[in-house]
């Protein structure tokens, strides 16, 4: 790769990185907004995962280009199942939002990656 494309690609997957942590904060605090229900704390067990994935994209490895693109497709497919039938709210819009930016990135890192 030709060094703009190295420093396109840093940013992107910084990009990544910061929206993850953005909702890792705002996963964890519906432990404030909402009652303790089930969902409520597995919400805010996937933040705690999604701030280290947040923090290993911003160092930039092959395995946060992994585990970018795996974990916030596990969670966007349970934040759709939240909203459909638990319990619909802002929140979870605004996650699986993040996901479906976040995945892609990943995916097109990790494809770039093994390309080169």
């Keep these: 790769m030709r060094s703009n494309e190295v420093v396109a690609m ?22 404030k907004v909402y009652p303790l229900e089930h969902h ?3 919400a805010a067990g996937f933040g705690i ?4 994935i947040g923090l290993l994209l911003l160092r ?3 395995l946060s280009l992994w585990l970018g693109a795996i ?7 349970l934040g759709v199942y939240r ?8 929140f979870t819009i605004f996650h699986v939002g993040i996901d479906l ?8 890192s990790l494809m770039k ?3 080169n």
């Design 10 to 31: 840093k940013r992107i997957r910084q990009l990544a990185g910061m929206l993850m942590i953005i909702s890792s904060v705002t996963h964890v605090l519906q432990l």
């Design 40 to 42: 409520v704390i597995g």
């Design 49 to 52: 995962i999604y701030l280290v």
């Design 60 to 62: 930039g490895n092959r």
């Design 71 to 77: 974990v916030p497709s596990i969670g966007g497919i």
């Design 83 to 90: 909203f459909l039938f638990l319990h619909p709210n802002p």
């Design 101 to 108: 930016v976040v995945i892609p990135i990943c995916i097109y």
């Design 113 to 115: 990656k093994f390309k």
